[in-house]
């Protein structure tokens, strides 16, 4: 399964570094990204990697502030999130996905049958 870490309470306009290791599943082959979910509202998508790290797919809302990354050595996937702001609140989720693309959305997530626990973020302002 995966193992989130890197959640907290951050003032706005800080910044907090998630990572999602996968526990006892090699995750070079899937494609990792990273959902969330507000409390009261669906889950959201935010960034998502292909399995060679060179695509990546971003939210509108997170473009230009999170960045998602990659280390198959390390069987891990990051998201560093900058400039983070106070609607940035919410429990997030890592997820793999073995279907190839990036394309995610906020539905996708109940396809994904690899998702870790959460971590939550909180965003004060």
């Known amino acids: 399964h995966l193992v989130e870490s890197g959640g907290g309470l951050v003032q706005a306009g800080g910044s907090l570094r998630l990572s999602c290791a996968g526990s006892g599943r090699a995750i070079s082959r899937y494609v990792m990204g990273w959902f969330r979910q507000a409390p009261g509202k669906e889950h959201e998508f935010v960034a998502a990697?292909?399995?060679?790290?060179?695509?990546?797919n971003y939210a509108d809302s997170v473009k230009e502030r999170f960045t998602i990354s990659r280390d198959s050595a390390k069987n891990t996937v990051t998201l560093q999130m900058n400039s983070l702001k106070p609607e940035d609140t919410g429990v997030y989720y890592c997820?793999?996905?073995?279907?190839?693309?990036?394309?995610?959305?906020?539905?996708?997530?109940?396809?994904?049958?690899?998702r870790g626990q959460g971590t939550l973020v909180t965003v004060s302002s």
């Open positions: 990697i292909s399995s060679s790290g060179g695509n990546t």
């Open positions: 997820a793999a996905d073995p279907v190839p693309g990036t394309s995610w959305y906020g539905g996708y997530y109940k396809y994904i049958e690899v």
